[in-house]
């Protein structure tokens, strides 16, 4: 049974750029969140998909969006970047609510 | 208002001695569960151990056992045994209601394991 991966592991853009974070969820996950950490704080919830279907937005705005395809890996798209959005992007897959595994995170530099 | 609280941002143990990790949450719903997970410095959160309300037991895995005190709305990490490995932050994170999956987290905790 393989983990959550996420890709790439590292990216840097420049303000005003969009970005595409690819998370491949735990074998039969249906659910996958995505939560953004910025530097010494907790993570923060953004979005979760179940089933192709988004199920649940964080306090973040329209520019931040996402996908699940029908194999449960997901995207989060990030539309003109701003150096605030530098931040560990981290996803969490679940097929049950008390179960949630993390991947490796994708490490974003907004310059 | 802040749904989970960790006031201590870092702690020093011995190595082979215990620490106690304290969190305290804030919910109204009766339906919720506490996660606590381990991020190291390379960045991946690793669940270490989850407590569901309804649960009467606390739960333990290995050397971590959590402390649940519901009247209290408290849930802290023990960690037993400590090993230099352990060293890393830790974070304390919930679930509201019945069926939902979205985890508010804690601000987290530093711990410094010394041989």
């Known amino acids: 049974e393989t983990g959550v991966t996420q890709s790439p592991t590292h990216l840097i853009k420049t303000r005003g750029q969009q970005v595409t974070l690819r998370c491949s969820s735990q074998?039969?996950?249906?659910?996958v969140s995505w939560y953004q950490q910025a530097l010494g704080q907790g993570p923060q919830f953004i979005f979760q998909?179940?089933?192709?279907?988004?199920?649940g937005r964080g306090n973040f705005p329209p520019r931040f969006s996402g996908l699940q395809f029908p194999n449960y890996s997901s995207e989060l798209n990030v539309n003109a970047l701003e150096l605030d959005d530098s931040a560990l992007y981290l996803c969490?897959?679940?097929?049950?609510?008390?179960?949630?595994?993390f991947g490796p995170g994708t490490r974003l530099t907004v310059l | 208002a802040q749904k989970i609280t960790q006031t201590q941002p870092g702690m020093f143990v011995q190595e082979k001695e215990a620490v106690t990790l304290d969190c305290t949450y804030d919910t109204s719903d009766q339906s919720y569960g506490l996660f606590w997970y381990k991020q190291p410095s390379s960045g991946e959160m690793i669940f270490l151990i989850y407590?569901?309300?309804?649960?009467?037991q606390n739960a333990t895995e290995g050397r971590y056992s959590l402390n649940f005190q519901k009247a209290r709305k408290s849930a802290n990490l023990v960690i037993s045994a400590s090993q230099l490995g352990d060293s890393a932050m830790y974070f304390c994170a919930m679930r509201e209601g019945h069926n939902d999956y979205k985890l508010s987290f804690g601000a987290g905790t530093t711990v410094t394991v010394r041989a």
């Open positions: 969490a897959s679940s097929l049950v609510a008390w179960e949630q595994f």
């Open positions: 998909y179940y089933r192709e279907e988004e199920n």
């Open positions: 407590q569901g309300s309804y649960d009467e």
């Open positions: 074998s039969g996950h249906n659910t």
